[in-house]
C-alpha cells in the first residue's frame, strides 16, 4: 500500500526553480522523519536532504547546500523540497521516504526509511 506521493516534477530551464512535495496519503499515516532522494539516469540512487519532525531539524549532502531547503507543513502532512537555481545536473527521479523513527538527526541514509514513493520526475533542459 502506498503510504507516500510526490509531485511537483516537471521540465524547467536551467536557473529555474521548482518546488516538490511528499504527501502522506491517509489521515493515520505521519512520518516523524522524512528524507528525500533523487536518482538521476543510469546512476544508483543517492540522499539529497531530511527533516524531523521532533525538532524541525534538517540536513542536507553538501552538494546541495544552499539551494536545496526540505520543510515540512504540518496542517497538510507534507514536506516539501525546494530547489533553487536548478542545473542540468538535477535531472533524475525525486523520491521522499518515510519513518515513523525519531533521530538526534536526521538521516541521510536510505537504510533508515521504512516507506517510499514512487517519485516525480525532474527534467532541466534549455
Known amino acids: 500500500q502506498l503510504h507516500l506521493v510526490e509531485s511537483g516534477g516537471g521540465l524547467v530551464q536551467p536557473g529555474g526553480s521548482l518546488t516538490l512535495s511528499c504527501a502522506a496519503s491517509?489521515?493515520?499515516?505521519?512520518?516523524?522523519?522524512v528524507g528525500w532522494f533523487r536518482q538521476a539516469p543510469g546512476k544508483e540512487r543517492e540522499r539529497l536532504s531530511c527533516?524531523?519532525?521532533?525538532?524541525?531539524?534538517?540536513a542536507y549532502i553538501k552538494s546541495v547546500r544552499g539551494r536545496f531547503t526540505v520543510s515540512r507543513d504540518n496542517a497538510k502532512n507534507t514536506v516539501n523540497l525546494r530547489i533553487e537555481n536548478l542545473k542540468p545536473e538535477d535531472t533524475g527521479n525525486y523520491t521522499c521516504?518515510?519513518?515513523?523513527?525519531?533521530?538526534?538527526?536526521?538521516?541521510?541514509?536510505?537504510?533508515?526509511?521504512?516507506?517510499w514513493g514512487q517519485g516525480t520526475q525532474v527534467t532541466v533542459s534549455s
Open positions: 521516504a518515510g519513518t515513523d523513527r525519531t533521530f538526534r538527526t536526521c538521516p541521510l541514509s536510505e537504510v533508515w526509511y521504512d516507506d
Open positions: 491517509g489521515l493515520t499515516v505521519h512520518y516523524r522523519t
Open positions: 527533516i524531523s519532525e521532533t525538532d524541525g531539524s534538517t
